[in-house]
């Protein structure tokens, strides 16, 4: 049967496919779906875990019992879970073990845009990369394989335009699962001291010379060989972009990316006049490649940033721009914002107009940056706005006092605030850690965590209550706070930043687009004509349901405008009744 | 029909929640009904967040890429009026356009700080020769939900497509609950009418 899939779903299909009933993962963009669509197969365990170190741990856990795993993450989310992962490769897996990474080339919605084959290389790790929903779904069956037949972690890694392009997919028979687990003893290969682990590090690079020997006939490397004046060297999306404007020139197109097959590739180097390597960012095969003595061109013509497409291959080869005959048009951006309705809203207001630095965190709130709102100063990664509050504040001194706030999501926290929050109990910080609660791991779409008291395949479970686990980290300055409430919301920050020590404020409101959400959504509320002086407060609010219309000023009037609430978009949360001064709305 | 070889390449633009993905997906079936070989491409993940939208559908007898290059787009639908103007550079001369008539106003123009693009319409068929204008929201509201104007707008594309009504009809039967196929089918024909 043949099925229109995106890389994701074919992911998870091929893993299904392979017999594979055992995955964990962390939420993240461009990975997100690919274990949601796997939790639906009949007779799968998946997980979310609090974060990909765990992911991947559980993952290995599984592996080691016997059982087929697989963990999921996005490009970030590998660097959280570095640590088990650079020494699962020196002890292998026993059963298979297969780590996928979602990459974001052009940072559609990440931080970085980082190379993650880099990783295979660095954690002696091989690496599939498939370039299609088809292949999405046999490489991920080739990946656990290769790693059952070599005893070592696989990569599969992806791209946003891989994972979220959609391709025609054969569906294959999945293999019958078979119950292979029990508890085995091998203490010599699986306990990593300094004595075994030089041990496993020798072993280490005999399983890469063996796995380099089997990349040379591996089938989904492949050369095709056309026009034999010009080459091209490539992996992953990248080969579609480059056969849609060059399909006469000839092919080596790798779909293990490490270890690289160096005979194949000076064979493919002898059949061809000139080579080019074309690879979106590192020039990661480039580097390789000239390495074996192979003369190629590569990242002098080829851009290092952004995802590619079809025309940015054509005009770095034909050395001329043959883009649209059009220039766009300069108009409105539109940024994500935060919608209606969110409770993240009316925190951030409050937040802004506090002469105070905010480290920021990454999840919706993160939008709060940009105007009007401006209610966070700094974002780095997962976790980050807690450690750094704390070494803001030390770093500050007296100057810092009252002046340091850290902003950190639910999820956000559970994956990574609760070590740095120890650590501000711990070291006797003084600035303010404010949860942004919306019970939800809302960015990635809903997705549930260890707060919001259910699993992902819909189980209920026991529910982390985050007042109790902050109280027992040391944290004494607690309280819950509804950010509906703006005044309520600007006494509790003005209070907690004039205590000493440490506090922490757990903003409470579930996110206005969460089915499961403990309120109703009220009636939209309306702005009386009349009663608005047009002063522009409410616009202060950054809400996408408040617009300004222009007016003809009245006699004796200087009013240029009114502010008008679109009644399809209001949620009716009313903070801009709050903000009104002249009682305009309601 | 295509000519061997021929790929065509469709961009569906606009604004989060306007129903983009899901109108790509029935385009996508459509083509693989018809069969033909069928690629789309988009991203999603912020746009929940009213950010812009893409997806870009390409389909043809062998397909490689699943996105097109500037200056290679047959066909622009732009869900939103001022949508349409922002990807221009993906038009060549002989480009089609069909614009749906909503505006949906970004940040800026909301708090007043850069107007609405005026006079959108007229550029458009100043500098291209099809330019089809949809009143969708309207034609949805009519068909029984605003929340058809996508199918509208597909009603209107098919036009241009020269593939049999009946595999869109089979398609979109596929693709909504029982109770919404009819509505959906309705929208669909005001699309082809208007």
């Known amino acids: ?586 | 029909m295509l000519k061997n070889d021929e790929i065509k390449s469709v961009l569906l633009a606009g604004v989060g929640g306007q129903g983009i993905l899901k109108a790509s997906d029935i385009m996508c079936a459509v083509m693989m009904e018809a069969g033909f070989d069928v690629k789309k491409s988009e991203v999603h993940g912020m746009a929940q967040r009213g950010g812009c939208v893409t997806s870009h559908v390409r389909y043809g007898s062998k397909v490689y890429s699943p996105l097109e290059k500037a200056g290679s787009i047959q066909t622009l639908v732009s869900f939103e009026k001022m949508e349409s103007l922002r990807y221009l550079h993906y038009l060549g001369k002989d480009s089609s356009i069909i614009v749906n008539n909503e505006k949906i106003n970004p940040p800026a123009v909301n708090i007043g700080t850069m107007p609405y693009p005026s006079d959108i319409i007229k550029y458009l068929k100043k500098k291209f020769k099809l330019v089809m204008e949809v009143d969708a929201s309207d034609l949805a509201k009519k068909a029984g939900s605003v929340k058809t104007s996508n199918i509208v707008l597909l009603g209107a594309l098919s036009k241009l497509m020269n593939i049999d009504r009946r595999i869109w009809v089979k398609i979109i039967e596929k693709s909504f609950p029982e109770k919404l196929v009819k509505m959906n089918i309705d929208a669909f024909q005001m699309g082809i009418d208007a």
């Open chain 1, 1 to 586: 049967m043949k099925v229109l899939m995106s890389g994701n779903e074919a992911i998870a299909r091929g893993v299904y496919e392979a017999g594979v009933r055992f995955a964990a993962a962390y939420p993240g963009t461009p990975s997100t779906e690919i274990l949601e669509e796997f939790s639906k197969y009949e007779g799968v365990y998946a997980e979310w875990s609090p974060n990909e170190k765990v992911a991947v741990e559980v993952a290995i856990g599984a592996a080691l019992a016997g059982e087929k795993a697989l963990a999921v993450m996005k490009h970030v989310g590998v660097n959280v879970a570095a640590d088990p992962i650079f020494t699962v490769s020196y002890t292998g897996t026993n059963s298979a073990l297969v780590i996928v990474s979602a990459d974001d080339p052009s940072l559609h919605s990440s931080q970085n845009e980082q190379d993650n084959r880099n990783y295979a290389k660095f954690a002696k790790i091989p690496m599939l990369e498939p370039a299609d929903a088809q292949e999405a779904k046999e490489f991920a069956k080739l990946a656990f394989a290769l790693s059952k037949k070599f005893d070592t972690p696989v990569f599969l890694r992806s791209t946003t335009r891989v994972s979220h392009s959609k391709s025609i997919v054969k569906l294959g028979k999945p293999v019958a699962y078979q119950d292979k687990t029990a508890i085995t003893f091998n203490p010599e290969k699986y306990v990593m001291v300094p004595a075994l682990a030089r041990l496993r590090r020798v072993e280490v690079e005999k399983r890469l010379e063996k796995i380099k020997q089997y990349a040379e006939t591996f089938r989904e490397n492949k050369m095709e060989i056309n026009d034999r004046r010009v080459g091209i060297i490539t992996a992953g999306m990248p080969y579609n972009y480059a056969k849609e404007v060059f399909p006469d020139f000839s092919y080596l197109k790798l779909g293990m990316v490490y270890p690289l097959p160096e005979k194949l590739i000076k064979t493919f180097a002898k059949k061809v006049k000139k080579i080019y390597v074309v690879e979106e960012l590192d020039p990661y095969l480039e580097e390789q490649i000239k390495a074996m003595g192979i003369d190629v061109i590569g990242k002098e013509i080829f851009p290092y940033t952004n995802e590619f497409d079809p025309g940015i291959i054509e005009s770095a080869i034909k050395k001329h721009l043959k883009g649209g005959k059009f220039p766009a048009q300069k108009i409105p951006s539109r940024p994500p914002n935060l919608c209606p309705g969110c409770p993240h809203r009316g925190l951030f207001y409050v937040l802004g107009k506090q002469k105070v630095f905010i480290t920021g965190d990454i999840g919706c709130y993160t939008l709060s940056y940009m105007k009007p709102l401006q209610g966070l100063h700094s974002c780095i990664c997962m976790g980050a706005s807690v450690g750094m509050a704390h070494g803001m504040s030390k770093a500050l001194k007296e100057k810092g006092k009252g002046k340091v706030v850290g902003v950190i999501g639910d999820s956000t926290f559970v994956h990574s605030g609760i070590t740095p929050l120890l650590n501000m109990a711990y070291n006797k910080s003084d600035a303010l850690i404010i949860i942004c609660d919306n019970s939800t791991t809302a960015m990635t779409g809903m997705q549930e965590h260890p707060a919001t008291g259910f699993t992902l395949q819909g189980e209920r479970t026991k529910q982390l209550d985050l007042k109790v686990l902050v109280s027992s980290l040391g944290i004494d300055n607690i309280r819950v706070i509804d950010p509906y409430n703006l005044g309520e919301t600007k006494e509790a920050i003005k209070e907690e930043l004039a205590k000493d020590g440490p506090s922490v404020i757990i903003s409470q409101r579930g996110c206005v687009l969460f089915k499961r959400k403990d309120y109703a959504t009220e009636n939209p509320l309306k702005i009386d004509a009349e009663k608005c002086t047009g002063c522009k407060v409410c616009l202060g609010l950054g809400c996408p349901a408040i617009s300004w219309q222009k007016i003809k000023p009245k006699e004796g009037s200087k009013q240029q405008g009114i502010s008008v609430i679109d009644e399809g978009l209001c949620t009716g949360c009313g903070l801009c009744a709050q903000v009104c001064k002249f009682g305009a709305i309601s």
